[in-house]
């Protein structure tokens, strides 16, 4: 399990951090969302958030998730470009998926751009696998690959797929 590294922490997220939230979506993602789908999401049940702040006490990393029956769905995640590679978004990653492991989910969920190799291999390396593909899912056309984290089955090594 990922820790989170020292001199970050990582807490639940609130309707203070939206703002933060907001200008790192749209530093990060081509159709960010707007402020107001976090705002809306932090006020509801059945949500797991987590920001994580660095060092200068700003939000550089967040995951935002919630409840389908049972499956936890990974709506977005993201780690501000000046602080990747440091193992932020391994560890809000080990964070959902404890979460989901003390709700009893079956697995985890998420959808990615397959042009987003570096998230995706992220994902096959932590032991998600694609089991599926929806076409045109982003606004500009992009299909987006289904990947799933099955916790009813041991883990299996990391596979390489045709992401495509």
Same mark, same amino acid.
Request: glycine fraction near 8%.
């Given at each position: 399990?990922?820790?989170?590294?020292?001199? #970050?922490?990582?807490?639940?997220?609130?309707?203070?951090?939206?703002?933060?939230?907001?200008?790192?979506?749209?530093?990060?993602?081509?159709?960010?969302?707007?402020?107001?789908?976090?705002?809306?999401?932090?006020?509801?049940?059945?949500?797991?958030?987590?920001?994580?702040?660095?060092?200068?006490?700003?939000?550089?990393? #967040?995951?935002?998730?919630?409840?389908?029956v049972?499956?936890?769905?990974?709506?977005?995640?993201?780690?501000?470009p000046?602080?990747?590679?440091?193992?932020?978004?391994?560890?809000?990653?080990?964070?959902?998926?404890?979460?989901?492991?003390?709700?009893?989910?079956?697995?985890?969920?998420?959808?990615?751009?397959?042009?987003?190799?570096?998230?995706?291999?992220?994902?096959?390396?932590?032991?998600?696998?694609?089991?599926?593909?929806?076409?045109?899912?982003?606004?500009?056309?992009?299909?987006?690959?289904?990947?799933? #984290?099955?916790?009813?089955?041991?883990?299996?090594?990391?596979t390489?797929?045709?992401?495509?």
């Amino acid at each position: 399990m990922a820790a989170v590294p020292a001199g #970050y922490l990582s807490r639940q997220a609130t309707t203070a951090d939206i703002p933060a939230v907001a200008r790192l979506e749209a530093d990060v993602f081509v159709d960010p969302w707007p402020s107001h789908l976090y705002l809306q999401e932090v006020e509801q049940p059945l949500r797991f958030q987590r920001v994580i702040v660095g060092p200068n006490g700003g939000v550089v990393a #967040y995951l935002f998730a919630c409840w389908q029956v049972d499956e936890l769905h990974v709506l977005k995640v993201a780690t501000h470009p000046l602080f990747e590679g440091r193992g932020l978004g391994s560890a809000l990653m080990a964070e959902a998926r404890e979460e989901a492991v003390r709700g009893r989910a079956r697995g985890l969920f998420l959808e990615v751009r397959p042009s987003n190799r570096r998230a995706v291999k992220l994902y096959l390396h932590i032991g998600y696998r694609i089991i599926g593909r929806r076409p045109g899912y982003y606004t500009n056309g992009e299909d987006a690959l289904v990947m799933f #984290y099955d916790l009813t089955r041991p883990a299996t090594a990391p596979t390489e797929p045709c992401i495509g």
